[in-house]
């Protein structure tokens, strides 16, 4: 068995998990971070992708928006990339009441949102398919952002600081000294997820950073916190409708959003209590939902392709909180456990939301030094992110590349402008087990056609470099260091094909374990698992095409080692059976 | 342009299921590798041009020759070519639009300036000199097949002129001639007015201007919106009357069908009375055949034929009702094209970085033409710059099938282009 001493463990690659982790590293403390799965594999991977202005909470949770809008101005320093511009409206459709729209000024005025009343018509002009009806229009910083690439950044910055991250890692026990009263953890049991094998890692703190899972780790020494799971549904639709964030402006509700996010706009979200975290079914009711009052926003919207839909959980903790979930604070919780609980060396830090995450890991770890010892101050909030000198994302960059570099043939993905070096530096670059992992690297496959095209090519790449990896062992320096998959983590310019015109020197060595037709079936599954709540209309003549390729073409059904399975295949699956406790509304 | 749903054709792009049906097909990117291919150029890249962006996102587009060859084969409906030509327009608008793609896209302004001195202009367009001067300066390629203004007057001073000795019937139709048949070919027209009178019917020529299409093509939407506006104005009264308007440009009755109002997002009752109202010549005359009501007085033609439907027309999506009707004409030998695209495709031809695309694009066809033997004399087409690029890629002369029917009726001279002395006594 394995053993790993570090100062500060955390549990959960999250945003928050990532956030502290760099945060930490920066201030000099030794840091390990473990991840189950892949980096953002949980709800951070599964958001609605807005880069919130605060407008949103400025009646209901005024801290909220405060806290918001100044992370909203750090991020975009610090995060540039990593979020697109697109500016944000609040628009009073026919429906929405009477006076929210001056608590809504009044609210923004108080909590330091800019918001400044523009014509409709002038909103017209710059969003077209905007509903006409509409009485009164705000304009607010909010802006779009990419939560994949900006925690595979804060990862990487977090690593160039000293921390090490280990993902397909997961924390099945916590190690503990002492008994009643003066209870310790002193660190974590963990299982590497691909080889089997345990490790300890032994710590002076462990944070538990695992969002809606958190009960989960704290019950491991006994602790009861209630984290309500609160399951949202978004759509995304096949094309940018708009590319302005519109809200709508009123309370809070379901569906009363529309994110223009890289080549889609997503209308999100549903909240429904669910008992589980992890098997979340989207019911067709809720895609119905988001597509009605979608339709309050931008008309027509219904009748326009929908691509996918996916379900994230929001963690939202209250202290015996039992009412419905989209009431629960969107605060965070930092929750100091030697003093709520009586067990030393254990934090847990829950709730928030991605807008957030980079001042809650800074609350975490300044509860940590409160037990740690001071280290250096605080730099999160003043340093870049590797890839942030790049600038704001905007909607052509790839496109524009691709046309600059004559890289039109080199194209593996076709839809999201995926190029054959992208994958192989993204395999390359930052640990790799499934094909899915690539994918929130690079959007390989989450375009139309939902990997009909790519699936396949990508297969064939990763092939050839789990065979150039045989036999190519770990380097010495590599084994000395210990490192497993943690390669090189290079991922600040993964999504840029200007930035990965060679394949990267490095030889292959990690992929080896890499089964091609195990690769194949996974993403074929995963890319279903999103499409079957949308099944009708475009995007099942898309699917009954890619079912055309993958079963009568290639046979996928009966390839041989059929009974493989890698740590996520049954996470893949569809399970059709209800959530518990979701009822439909009235 | 704001977002792709905001005009009529950007929701077609949520078809695409990727096929690549039309990327094996295009003739442009079959033969360069300047153009990426109509589902990279369009649905596929559509995606990522909404908004305002700090840069244009791609330029590739403009090599798109707009033959819509890629539409025709979809099997799912996007409109391709459409969404080409509204990023071209897009890019117009943020780059601003060179002089040539602007004298390009005002051919009937260049008809009209000529049509006054026609032996001079043509003079000063095609000697050696000028032509070199042309390319350098404006980027018109110089070996492209430029037209000849005509040398005795134009359509509408024929038109005018003989009055007295035009038919005057109960049953009418109306003629939309087109800026070719104007000031270049008048003898399209007159073959025209021959075949519709010689089956009964009057031919009212209303007042009108260019399609547009040149325009269309050349990303100048807004002037393009001014003249099809105008056009409607003076016909779609006519239309509503219940008189047909035939057109001999397929490109231009295209336009007027469809091109104009989904491009421009005009929709206006009027517009769309036109637009229903127009009929490629063809298309009309085999409607006329079908109810039984079209002369089949034909005189044997002893010819070899070949014929190649061009791609404007090929997007009428009626069939090849030019290649039916004259398949009546006795002896006459129709070998039937099935080359996608004779490369020129309006204006793109002449530009010089284009003239070589469209000349391997042709090369399908003119490979065609030579295969057929050397009995060969002359070939059949219905558009105008199609048939000048055919006769340049093959020097052989090439005909307009309403020519080919005139003549069958024994009222044109296929050789001499001229009207017979039995039709001007009609
Ligand atoms: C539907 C929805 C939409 C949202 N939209 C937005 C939005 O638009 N803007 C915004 O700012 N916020 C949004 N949020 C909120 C935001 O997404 C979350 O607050 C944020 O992502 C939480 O990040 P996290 O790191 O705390 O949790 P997570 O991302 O869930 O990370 C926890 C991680 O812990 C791992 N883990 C669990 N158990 C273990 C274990 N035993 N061992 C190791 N690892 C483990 C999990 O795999 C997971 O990756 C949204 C939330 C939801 C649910
Ligand atoms: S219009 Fe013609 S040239 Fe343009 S993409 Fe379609 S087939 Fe190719
Ligand atoms: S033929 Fe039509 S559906 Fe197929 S790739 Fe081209 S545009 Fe898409």
């Given at each position: 068995?394995?053993?790993?001493?570090?100062?500060?463990?955390?549990?959960?690659?999250?945003?928050?998990?990532?956030?502290?982790?760099?945060d930490?590293?920066?201030?000099?403390?030794?840091?390990?971070?473990?991840?189950?799965?892949?980096?953002?594999?949980?709800?951070?991977?599964?958001?609605?992708?807005?880069?919130?202005?605060?407008?949103?909470?400025?009646?209901?949770d005024?801290?909220?928006?405060?806290?918001?809008?100044?992370?909203?101005?750090?991020?975009?320093?610090?995060?540039?990339?990593?979020i697109?511009?697109?500016?944000?409206?609040?628009?009073?459709?026919?429906?929405?009441?009477g006076d929210?729209?001056?608590?809504?000024?009044?609210?923004?005025?108080e909590?330091?949102?800019?918001?400044?009343?523009i014509?409709?018509?002038?909103?017209?002009?710059?969003?077209?398919?905007?509903?006409?009806?509409?009485?009164?229009?705000?304009?607010?910083?909010d802006?779009?952002?990419?939560?994949?690439?900006?925690?595979?950044?804060?990862?990487?910055?977090?690593?160039?600081?000293?921390?090490?991250?280990?993902t397909?890692?997961?924390?099945?026990?916590?190690?503990?000294?002492?008994?009643?009263g003066?209870?310790?953890v002193?660190?974590?049991?963990?299982?590497d997820?691909?080889?089997?094998?345990?490790?300890?890692?032994?710590?002076?703190?462990?944070?538990?950073?695992?969002?809606?899972?958190?009960?989960?780790?704290?019950?491991m020494?006994?602790?009861?916190?209630?984290?309500?799971?609160?399951?949202?549904?978004?759509?995304?639709?096949?094309?940018?409708?708009?590319?302005?964030?519109?809200?709508?402006?009123?309370?809070?509700?379901?569906?009363?959003?529309?994110?223009?996010?890289?080549?889609?706009?997503?209308?999100?979200?549903?909240?429904?209590?669910?008992?589980d975290?992890?098997?979340?079914?989207?019911?067709?009711?809720?895609?119905?939902?988001?597509?009605?009052?979608?339709?309050?926003?931008?008309?027509?919207?219904?009748?326009?392709?929908?691509?996918?839909?996916?379900?994230?959980?929001r963690?939202?903790?209250q202290?015996?909180?039992t009412?419905?979930?989209?009431?629960?604070?969107?605060?965070?919780a930092?929750?100091?456990?030697?003093?709520?609980?009586?067990?030393?060396?254990?934090?847990?830090?829950?709730?928030?939301?991605?807008?957030?995450?980079?001042?809650?890991?800074?609350?975490?770890?300044?509860?940590?030094?409160?037990?740690?010892?001071?280290?250096?101050?605080?730099?999160?909030?003043?340093?870049?992110?590797?890839?942030?000198?790049?600038?704001?994302?905007?909607?052509?960059?790839?496109?524009?590349?691709?046309?600059?570099?004559?890289?039109?043939?080199?194209?593996?993905?076709?839809?999201?402008?995926v190029?054959?070096?992208?994958?192989?530096?993204?395999?390359?670059?930052?640990?790799?087990?499934?094909l899915?992992?690539?994918?929130?690297?690079?959007?390989?496959?989450?375009?139309?056609?939902?990997?009909?095209?790519?699936?396949?090519?990508?297969v064939?790449i990763?092939?050839?470099?789990?065979?150039?990896?045989e036999?190519?062992?770990?380097?010495?320096?590599?084994?000395?260091?210990?490192?497993?998959?943690?390669a090189?983590?290079?991922?600040?310019?993964?999504?840029?094909?200007?930035?990965?015109?060679?394949?990267?020197?490095?030889?292959?060595?990690?992929?080896?374990?890499?089964?091609?037709?195990?690769?194949?079936?996974?993403?074929?599954?995963?890319?279903?698992?999103?499409?079957?709540?949308?099944?009708?209309?475009?995007?099942?003549?898309?699917?009954?095409l890619?079912?055309?390729?993958?079963l009568?073409?290639m046979?996928?059904?009966?390839?041989?080692?059929?009974?493989?399975?890698s740590?996520?295949?049954?996470?893949y699956?569809?399970?059709?059976?209800?959530?518990?406790?979701?009822?439909?509304?009235? | 342009?704001?977002?792709?749903?905001?005009?009529?054709?950007?929701?077609?792009?949520?078809?695409?299921?990727?096929?690549?049906?039309?990327?094996?097909?295009?003739?442009?990117?079959?033969?360069?590798d300047?153009?990426?291919?109509?589902?990279?150029?369009?649905?596929?890249?559509q995606?990522?041009r909404?908004?305002?962006?700090?840069?244009?996102?791609?330029?590739?587009?403009?090599?798109?020759?707009?033959?819509?060859?890629?539409?025709?084969?979809?099997?799912?409906?996007?409109?391709?070519?459409?969404?080409?030509?509204?990023?071209?327009?897009?890019i117009?608008?943020?780059?601003?639009?060179?002089l040539?793609?602007?004298?390009?896209?005002?051919?009937?302004?260049?008809?009209r300036?000529?049509?006054?001195?026609?032996r001079?202009?043509?003079?000063?367009?095609?000697?050696?000199?000028?032509?070199?001067?042309?390319?350098?300066?404006?980027g018109?390629?110089?070996?492209?097949p430029?037209p000849?203004?005509?040398?005795?007057?134009?359509?509408g001073?024929?038109?005018?002129?003989?009055?007295?000795?035009?038919?005057?019937?109960r049953?009418?139709?109306?003629?939309?001639?087109?800026?070719?048949?104007?000031?270049?070919?008048?003898?399209?027209?007159?073959?025209?007015v021959?075949?519709?009178?010689h089956?009964?019917?009057?031919?009212?020529?209303?007042?009108?201007?260019?399609?547009g299409?040149?325009?269309?093509?050349?990303?100048?939407?807004?002037?393009?919106?001014?003249?099809?506006q105008?056009?409607?104005n003076?016909?779609?009264?006519?239309?509503?009357?219940?008189?047909?308007?035939?057109?001999t440009?397929?490109?231009?009755?295209?336009?007027?069908?469809?091109?104009a109002?989904?491009l421009?997002?005009?929709?206006?009752?009027?517009?769309?009375?036109?637009?229903?109202?127009v009929?490629?010549?063809?298309?009309?005359?085999?409607?006329?055949?079908?109810?039984?009501?079209?002369?089949?007085?034909?005189?044997?033609i002893?010819?070899?034929?070949?014929?190649?439907?061009?791609?404007?027309?090929?997007?009428h999506?009626?069939?090849?009702p030019?290649?039916?009707?004259?398949?009546?004409?006795?002896?006459?030998?129709?070998?039937?094209?099935?080359?996608?695209?004779?490369?020129i495709a309006?204006?793109?031809?002449?530009?010089?970085?284009?003239?070589?695309?469209?000349?391997?694009?042709?090369e399908?066809?003119?490979?065609?033409?030579?295969?057929?033997?050397?009995?060969?004399?002359?070939?059949a087409?219905?558009?105008?710059?199609c048939?000048?690029?055919?006769?340049?890629?093959?020097?052989?002369?090439?005909?307009?099938?309403?020519?080919?029917?005139?003549?069958?009726?024994?009222?044109?001279?296929?050789?001499?282009?001229?009207?017979t002395?039995?039709?001007?006594?009609?």
């Amino acid at each position: 068995m394995k053993r790993i001493n570090t100062e500060i463990l955390v549990i959960g690659g999250g945003a928050t998990g990532t956030g502290i982790a760099w945060d930490a590293a920066l201030r000099g403390f030794a840091v390990a971070l473990v991840e189950r799965r892949d980096l953002t594999h949980g709800t951070t991977g599964r958001y609605h992708g807005l880069l919130h202005s605060g407008g949103r909470y400025v009646v209901k949770d005024p801290q909220s928006a405060v806290e918001c809008i100044q992370e909203n101005r750090t991020l975009r320093h610090t995060h540039a990339h990593c979020i697109e511009e697109t500016g944000g409206l609040f628009v009073v459709t026919p429906e929405d009441e009477g006076d929210f729209p001056d608590l809504f000024v009044q609210g923004c005025a108080e909590t330091g949102v800019p918001c400044n009343e523009i014509s409709v018509a002038a909103a017209l002009r710059r969003e077209p398919l905007l509903n006409p009806r509409i009485s009164r229009v705000f304009e607010v910083p909010d802006g779009s952002a990419d939560s994949f690439l900006a925690t595979h950044a804060t990862a990487q910055a977090a690593r160039q600081a000293g921390a090490r991250i280990l993902t397909y890692h997961a924390v099945t026990g916590l190690l503990v000294t002492g008994g009643d009263g003066d209870k310790r953890v002193v660190g974590a049991r963990v299982m590497d997820a691909v080889s089997g094998e345990e490790i300890h890692i032994h710590a002076a703190m462990v944070i538990n950073a695992t969002g809606a899972w958190a009960g989960r780790i704290t019950g491991m020494v006994g602790i009861p916190i209630s984290v309500i799971p609160g399951k949202g549904t978004m759509v995304a639709m096949n094309h940018r409708l708009v590319n302005t964030v519109i809200n709508r402006c009123k309370m809070p509700a379901d569906g009363d959003i529309i994110v223009p996010v890289h080549t889609v706009a997503v209308i999100g979200t549903t909240d429904e209590r669910v008992a589980d975290p992890e098997n979340l079914r989207i019911e067709p009711w809720e895609v119905q939902l988001m597509l009605d009052e979608g339709e309050k926003l931008v008309p027509g919207i219904s009748r326009a392709r929908v691509v996918r839909a996916w379900a994230g959980v929001r963690p939202l903790y209250q202290e015996d909180y039992t009412g419905d979930s989209r009431d629960a604070t969107r605060k965070f919780a930092l929750l100091d456990h030697q003093r709520g609980h009586g067990v030393a060396g254990l934090i847990t830090i829950t709730g928030g939301k991605w807008t957030t995450f980079r001042l809650m890991a800074e609350k975490t770890v300044d509860l940590a030094v409160d037990y740690l010892g001071e280290r250096q101050p605080c730099r999160t909030a003043s340093t870049q992110v590797p890839g942030a000198e790049q600038g704001h994302y905007w909607l052509g960059h790839r496109l524009h590349e691709i046309e600059e570099e004559h890289l039109q043939g080199e194209l593996i993905c076709e839809c999201e402008l995926v190029t054959r070096t992208m994958i192989e530096n993204a395999a390359k670059r930052n640990p790799t087990v499934t094909l899915d992992d690539i994918r929130r690297d690079v959007r390989l496959g989450m375009g139309p056609c939902q990997g009909g095209f790519c699936t396949y090519r990508a297969v064939g790449i990763l092939h050839e470099l789990a065979r150039q990896a045989e036999g190519a062992g770990p380097t010495e320096e590599e084994t000395k260091e210990g490192t497993e998959r943690d390669a090189a983590w290079e991922v600040a310019y993964l999504q840029s094909p200007r930035h990965n015109l060679s394949a990267d020197e490095r030889p292959a060595r990690d992929e080896a374990g890499l089964q091609p037709n195990l690769l194949l079936r996974d993403f074929l599954q995963e890319r279903w698992k999103g499409v079957t709540p949308i099944l009708w209309g475009r995007q099942l003549k898309q699917e009954r095409l890619d079912e055309l390729i993958y079963l009568n073409l290639m046979n996928a059904d009966h390839l041989p080692q059929t009974g493989e399975k890698s740590p996520l295949t049954d996470f893949y699956l569809y399970d059709a059976t209800p959530n518990e406790q979701t009822e439909a509304p009235a | 342009m704001h977002t792709t749903s905001w005009h009529s054709v950007g929701p077609s792009l949520d078809e695409c299921i990727k096929c690549n049906i039309c990327t094996s097909y295009c003739p442009v990117s079959a033969v360069t590798d300047l153009f990426p291919g109509p589902k990279y150029s369009g649905p596929q890249a559509q995606r990522f041009r909404e908004s305002g962006q700090p840069d244009t996102p791609d330029q590739a587009v403009d090599y798109c020759s707009g033959c819509r060859v890629c539409n025709e084969v979809c099997p799912t409906g996007v409109k391709i070519a459409e969404l080409n030509a509204r990023a071209r327009a897009q890019i117009a608008k943020e780059k601003g639009i060179p002089l040539r793609n602007r004298l390009l896209g005002r051919n009937e302004l260049m008809g009209r300036i000529g049509h006054y001195a026609p032996r001079l202009a043509n003079f000063g367009l095609h000697n050696a000199v000028s032509r070199f001067l042309a390319e350098k300066v404006m980027g018109i390629a110089r070996q492209a097949p430029l037209p000849y203004w005509s040398t005795d007057g134009s359509f509408g001073a024929w038109f005018k002129r003989t009055q007295k000795e035009r038919l005057h019937a109960r049953q009418k139709v109306v003629y939309f001639h087109g800026c070719a048949t104007m000031y270049y070919e008048p003898f399209i027209g007159k073959a025209a007015v021959a075949v519709l009178e010689h089956n009964g019917y009057e031919v009212i020529v209303p007042p009108q201007n260019c399609c547009g299409l040149p325009m269309l093509s050349n990303g100048e939407f807004a002037a393009a919106e001014g003249y099809h506006q105008r056009n409607v104005n003076s016909m779609a009264g006519l239309a509503r009357g219940g008189y047909p308007i035939v057109g001999t440009s397929t490109s231009c009755t295209l336009t007027l069908k469809e091109e104009a109002p989904e491009l421009l997002d005009m929709h206006s009752p009027d517009v769309t009375a036109l637009k229903m109202g127009v009929w490629d010549i063809f298309e009309w005359l085999r409607e006329l055949h079908e109810e039984g009501k079209l002369r089949t007085d034909f005189r044997p033609i002893n010819l070899k034929l070949p014929y190649h439907a061009p791609c404007q027309y090929r997007a009428h999506r009626v069939g090849k009702p030019a290649l039916e009707i004259m398949a009546l004409i006795p002896e006459l030998e129709i070998p039937e094209s099935h080359a996608r695209c004779c490369g020129i495709a309006g204006t793109y031809g002449y530009k010089t970085e284009k003239y070589q695309i469209g000349m391997d694009v042709g090369e399908e066809l003119f490979q065609f033409v030579r295969e057929q033997g050397d009995d060969v004399t002359m070939t059949a087409c219905d558009s105008e710059t199609c048939r000048w690029q055919l006769e340049h890629g093959t020097d052989l002369p090439s005909r307009h099938p309403i020519e080919v029917l005139a003549a069958a009726y024994g009222l044109y001279d296929l050789e001499t282009r001229e009207l017979t002395s039995q039709s001007n006594s009609m």
